[in-house]
Protein backbone atom coordinates (compact mmCIF):
# COMPACT_ATOMS: atom_id res chain seq x y z
CA UNK A 1 0.00 0.00 0.00
CA UNK A 2 1.08 3.44 -0.73
CA UNK A 3 2.22 5.29 2.22
CA UNK A 4 0.49 7.83 3.49
CA UNK A 5 1.43 11.07 5.65
CA UNK A 6 -1.48 11.10 7.85
CA UNK A 7 -2.28 14.54 6.79
CA UNK A 8 -5.92 15.20 6.13
CA UNK A 9 -7.08 17.58 3.20
CA UNK A 10 -8.23 20.63 4.64
CA UNK A 11 -12.05 21.36 3.35
CA UNK A 12 -12.68 24.09 1.06
CA UNK A 13 -15.02 26.37 1.69
CA UNK A 14 -16.20 28.53 -1.30
CA UNK A 15 -15.71 32.06 0.01
CA UNK A 16 -18.53 34.64 -1.30
CA UNK A 17 -16.96 36.97 -3.36
CA UNK A 18 -18.30 40.02 -4.53
CA UNK A 19 -19.76 40.49 -7.44
CA UNK A 20 -20.63 43.75 -8.11
CA UNK A 21 -21.93 46.37 -6.29
CA UNK A 22 -24.23 44.96 -3.06
CA UNK A 23 -24.30 41.36 -4.98
CA UNK A 24 -22.19 38.51 -3.89
CA UNK A 25 -21.49 35.35 -5.03
CA UNK A 26 -22.12 31.71 -3.79
CA UNK A 27 -19.43 29.31 -4.91
CA UNK A 28 -17.59 31.55 -6.97
CA UNK A 29 -20.61 31.52 -9.47
CA UNK A 30 -23.90 32.07 -8.46
CA UNK A 31 -24.67 35.26 -7.18
CA UNK A 32 -27.08 35.23 -3.63
CA UNK A 33 -30.55 36.75 -4.04
CA UNK A 34 -31.12 39.88 -1.67
CA UNK A 35 -33.70 38.94 1.20
CA UNK A 36 -33.98 42.38 1.22
CA UNK A 37 -34.80 43.69 -2.28
CA UNK A 38 -38.39 44.72 -1.38
CA UNK A 39 -37.12 47.27 0.54
CA UNK A 40 -34.87 48.87 -2.40
CA UNK A 41 -37.72 48.30 -4.99
CA UNK A 42 -40.35 50.26 -2.64
CA UNK A 43 -38.04 52.56 -0.09
CA UNK A 44 -41.09 53.95 0.69
CA UNK A 45 -43.42 51.27 1.94
CA UNK A 46 -46.66 54.26 2.22
CA UNK A 47 -46.45 55.51 -1.10
CA UNK A 48 -47.97 51.76 -1.88
CA UNK A 49 -51.02 52.35 -0.88
CA UNK A 50 -50.87 56.31 -2.21
CA UNK A 51 -49.80 55.68 -5.05
CA UNK A 52 -52.25 56.97 -7.94
CA UNK A 53 -51.45 56.78 -11.41
CA UNK A 54 -51.71 59.76 -13.76
CA UNK A 55 -54.49 59.86 -16.27
CA UNK A 56 -53.20 59.20 -20.12
CA UNK A 57 -54.78 62.06 -21.13
CA UNK A 58 -53.62 64.27 -18.10
CA UNK A 59 -50.12 62.82 -19.01
CA UNK A 60 -50.38 63.41 -22.74
CA UNK A 61 -51.02 67.08 -21.95
CA UNK A 62 -49.10 68.25 -19.77
CA UNK A 63 -45.77 65.35 -19.48
CA UNK A 64 -42.81 64.54 -22.14
CA UNK A 65 -43.13 61.57 -24.86
CA UNK A 66 -40.08 59.37 -24.84
CA UNK A 67 -39.64 57.45 -28.09
CA UNK A 68 -38.59 53.98 -27.47
CA UNK A 69 -36.49 51.81 -30.11
CA UNK A 70 -39.02 49.62 -31.29
CA UNK A 71 -41.26 52.82 -32.12
CA UNK A 72 -38.55 54.21 -34.00
CA UNK A 73 -38.31 50.93 -36.09
CA UNK A 74 -41.74 50.37 -36.80
CA UNK A 75 -42.58 52.75 -39.45
CA UNK A 76 -40.14 50.53 -41.86
CA UNK A 77 -42.92 48.34 -41.95
CA UNK A 78 -45.64 50.86 -43.19
CA UNK A 79 -46.98 52.58 -46.03
CA UNK A 80 -46.40 56.21 -47.62
CA UNK A 81 -50.15 57.44 -46.06
CA UNK A 82 -48.97 55.73 -42.40
CA UNK A 83 -45.71 57.45 -42.83
CA UNK A 84 -47.80 60.56 -43.30
CA UNK A 85 -49.32 60.28 -40.12
CA UNK A 86 -46.36 59.17 -38.18
CA UNK A 87 -44.68 62.96 -39.20
CA UNK A 88 -47.62 64.94 -38.82
CA UNK A 89 -47.53 63.69 -34.69
CA UNK A 90 -44.18 63.94 -34.74
CA UNK A 91 -44.18 67.29 -36.04
CA UNK A 92 -46.85 68.43 -33.19
CA UNK A 93 -44.82 67.16 -30.70
CA UNK A 94 -41.66 68.71 -31.66
CA UNK A 95 -43.32 72.25 -31.75
CA UNK A 96 -45.13 71.99 -28.17
CA UNK A 97 -41.28 70.93 -27.11
CA UNK A 98 -42.44 67.83 -25.88
CA UNK A 99 -40.32 65.13 -27.96
CA UNK A 100 -37.75 63.27 -26.40
CA UNK A 101 -35.20 60.63 -27.94
CA UNK A 102 -32.83 58.93 -25.55
CA UNK A 103 -29.34 58.65 -26.48
CA UNK A 104 -28.98 54.87 -26.50
CA UNK A 105 -32.39 54.63 -27.86
CA UNK A 106 -30.58 56.73 -31.50
CA UNK A 107 -27.54 54.04 -31.08
CA UNK A 108 -29.91 51.04 -31.36
CA UNK A 109 -31.82 52.78 -33.84
CA UNK A 110 -28.49 53.43 -35.89
CA UNK A 111 -28.08 49.48 -35.67
CA UNK A 112 -31.51 48.28 -36.59
CA UNK A 113 -32.18 50.21 -39.78
CA UNK A 114 -29.03 48.97 -41.12
CA UNK A 115 -30.99 45.73 -40.59
CA UNK A 116 -33.88 46.28 -41.57
CA UNK A 117 -32.84 48.00 -45.18
CA UNK A 118 -31.14 44.80 -45.70
CA UNK A 119 -33.47 42.84 -44.98
CA UNK A 120 -36.18 44.96 -47.48
CA UNK A 121 -33.45 44.48 -49.71
CA UNK A 122 -33.58 40.94 -49.30
CA UNK A 123 -37.04 40.36 -50.11
CA UNK A 124 -37.22 42.17 -52.76
CA UNK A 125 -34.28 40.62 -54.49
CA UNK A 126 -36.14 37.29 -53.64
CA UNK A 127 -38.85 38.20 -56.07
CA UNK A 128 -36.28 37.87 -58.91
CA UNK A 129 -36.12 34.07 -58.50
CA UNK A 130 -39.41 34.00 -60.95
CA UNK A 131 -38.90 32.05 -63.71
CA UNK A 132 -40.83 32.80 -67.38
CA UNK A 133 -43.04 30.25 -68.43
CA UNK A 134 -42.23 27.56 -70.56
CA UNK A 135 -43.88 27.63 -74.10
CA UNK A 136 -45.99 24.88 -75.22
CA UNK A 137 -44.62 23.03 -77.83
CA UNK A 138 -47.98 20.36 -78.74
CA UNK A 139 -47.68 19.99 -82.87
CA UNK A 140 -51.21 18.08 -82.85
CA UNK A 141 -52.77 21.14 -81.31
CA UNK A 142 -51.85 23.48 -84.40
CA UNK A 143 -54.86 25.04 -86.32
CA UNK A 144 -56.69 24.87 -82.69
CA UNK A 145 -57.65 28.21 -81.73
CA UNK A 146 -57.96 28.05 -77.96
CA UNK A 147 -54.61 26.79 -78.33
CA UNK A 148 -53.01 29.79 -80.40
CA UNK A 149 -54.84 31.80 -77.66
CA UNK A 150 -52.52 29.51 -74.67
CA UNK A 151 -49.33 30.10 -76.58
CA UNK A 152 -49.88 34.17 -76.81
CA UNK A 153 -50.94 34.24 -73.14
CA UNK A 154 -47.44 32.31 -72.57
CA UNK A 155 -45.78 35.10 -74.55
CA UNK A 156 -47.35 38.17 -73.18
CA UNK A 157 -46.65 36.39 -69.35
CA UNK A 158 -43.04 36.09 -70.20
CA UNK A 159 -42.52 39.41 -71.49
CA UNK A 160 -44.45 40.85 -68.27
CA UNK A 161 -42.35 38.69 -65.82
CA UNK A 162 -38.85 40.09 -68.03
CA UNK A 163 -40.08 44.03 -67.56
CA UNK A 164 -41.28 42.84 -63.87
CA UNK A 165 -37.63 41.61 -63.23
CA UNK A 166 -35.84 44.20 -64.79
CA UNK A 167 -38.21 46.79 -62.86
CA UNK A 168 -37.15 44.88 -59.67
CA UNK A 169 -33.73 45.55 -60.46
CA UNK A 170 -34.24 49.29 -60.57
CA UNK A 171 -35.88 49.69 -57.45
CA UNK A 172 -33.28 47.07 -55.82
CA UNK A 173 -30.70 50.46 -57.38
CA UNK A 174 -33.14 52.74 -55.13
CA UNK A 175 -32.69 50.92 -52.15
CA UNK A 176 -28.96 50.24 -52.27
CA UNK A 177 -28.21 54.06 -52.88
CA UNK A 178 -30.20 55.24 -49.91
CA UNK A 179 -27.71 56.68 -47.54
CA UNK A 180 -29.64 57.82 -44.28
CA UNK A 181 -32.24 59.36 -47.11
CA UNK A 182 -35.12 56.64 -46.53
CA UNK A 183 -38.20 57.71 -46.35
CA UNK A 184 -38.40 57.10 -42.62
CA UNK A 185 -34.71 58.59 -41.96
CA UNK A 186 -35.76 61.71 -43.38
CA UNK A 187 -38.48 62.15 -40.77
CA UNK A 188 -36.41 61.74 -38.04
CA UNK A 189 -33.77 64.19 -39.46
CA UNK A 190 -36.66 67.03 -39.49
CA UNK A 191 -37.29 66.82 -36.18
CA UNK A 192 -34.71 64.70 -34.23
CA UNK A 193 -32.53 67.60 -33.60
CA UNK A 194 -30.20 68.47 -30.59
CA UNK A 195 -32.48 69.72 -28.21
CA UNK A 196 -34.33 66.65 -29.03
CA UNK A 197 -31.96 63.93 -28.74
CA UNK A 198 -31.02 63.66 -24.47
CA UNK A 199 -28.08 62.31 -23.16
CA UNK A 200 -27.78 62.14 -19.22
CA UNK A 201 -23.92 61.66 -17.61
CA UNK A 202 -23.78 58.24 -15.63
CA UNK A 203 -21.65 56.29 -13.87
CA UNK A 204 -20.35 53.43 -15.94
CA UNK A 205 -19.90 51.12 -12.91
CA UNK A 206 -23.17 51.92 -11.14
CA UNK A 207 -25.03 51.92 -14.24
CA UNK A 208 -23.85 47.77 -14.63
CA UNK A 209 -24.33 47.25 -10.78
CA UNK A 210 -27.64 48.71 -10.80
CA UNK A 211 -28.37 46.28 -14.25
CA UNK A 212 -27.02 43.13 -12.60
CA UNK A 213 -28.95 43.32 -9.62
CA UNK A 214 -32.15 44.14 -11.75
CA UNK A 215 -31.51 41.45 -13.20
CA UNK A 216 -30.61 38.73 -10.76
CA UNK A 217 -34.12 40.01 -8.99
CA UNK A 218 -35.91 40.66 -12.00
CA UNK A 219 -36.84 44.58 -10.85
CA UNK A 220 -37.94 46.47 -13.73
CA UNK A 221 -36.93 48.03 -16.18
CA UNK A 222 -35.04 46.03 -18.74
CA UNK A 223 -34.82 42.52 -17.28
CA UNK A 224 -37.21 40.76 -19.36
CA UNK A 225 -34.92 41.40 -22.35
CA UNK A 226 -31.91 39.45 -20.34
CA UNK A 227 -31.43 36.86 -23.12
CA UNK A 228 -31.54 39.07 -26.19
CA UNK A 229 -28.24 40.62 -27.70
CA UNK A 230 -24.53 40.18 -25.77
CA UNK A 231 -26.10 38.17 -24.06
CA UNK A 232 -28.91 40.48 -23.15
CA UNK A 233 -26.30 43.12 -21.80
CA UNK A 234 -26.39 45.43 -25.33
CA UNK A 235 -30.53 45.42 -24.81
CA UNK A 236 -30.62 45.31 -20.97
CA UNK A 237 -28.49 48.50 -20.68
CA UNK A 238 -30.22 50.05 -23.14
CA UNK A 239 -33.02 50.18 -21.40
CA UNK A 240 -31.78 50.82 -18.11
CA UNK A 241 -30.06 54.07 -19.78
CA UNK A 242 -32.94 54.73 -21.47
CA UNK A 243 -35.24 54.73 -18.43
CA UNK A 244 -32.36 57.23 -16.70
CA UNK A 245 -32.69 59.33 -19.73
CA UNK A 246 -36.26 59.85 -19.74
CA UNK A 247 -35.91 60.68 -15.39
CA UNK A 248 -33.43 63.25 -15.73
CA UNK A 249 -35.60 64.77 -19.00
CA UNK A 250 -38.04 64.95 -16.95
CA UNK A 251 -36.11 66.29 -14.10
CA UNK A 252 -34.80 69.56 -16.25
CA UNK A 253 -38.16 70.09 -17.30
CA UNK A 254 -39.35 70.59 -14.11
CA UNK A 255 -36.36 72.63 -12.91
CA UNK A 256 -37.22 74.52 -16.05
CA UNK A 257 -40.47 75.13 -14.88
CA UNK A 258 -39.86 75.93 -11.32
CA UNK A 259 -37.04 78.60 -12.82
CA UNK A 260 -39.19 80.18 -15.04
CA UNK A 261 -41.94 80.15 -12.64
CA UNK A 262 -39.54 81.80 -9.83
CA UNK A 263 -38.30 85.00 -12.42
CA UNK A 264 -41.89 85.32 -13.05
CA UNK A 265 -42.51 86.16 -9.68
CA UNK A 266 -39.77 88.65 -9.33
Known amino acids: MPK ?3 SVPATKTAPEKQASGDQKTVDGDHPALDPLVRNRTYPEPY ?5 VP ?15 TNALV ?11 EIRSV ?13 GQV ?8 ATKLTTLYQQVQQKQNISEIESSAYPLLDGLRVYEEVRKAEREISSAIRSYRKNLGKLLENIADWRWNDP ?24 LDDLAYRNLHQVPPGYKDKSKDDSGMGMRTGQGMTWNAQRVSTVRREHGKRLE ?5 T
Not at 47 to 51: I, L, Q, Y
Not at 200 to 207: A, G, N, V, Y
Request: aromatic share 10%.
Open 106 to 113: AREFADIR
Open 47 to 51: NVFAF
Open 261 to 265: SSRSK
Open 54 to 68: VDLTEALGNGLVAID
Open 74 to 84: LPFGTGANSLK
Open 184 to 207: VSMIYREFFLSDVVIEPTFDRKEL
Open 90 to 102: YAQLAEQKKLRIP
Open 4 to 6: QNG
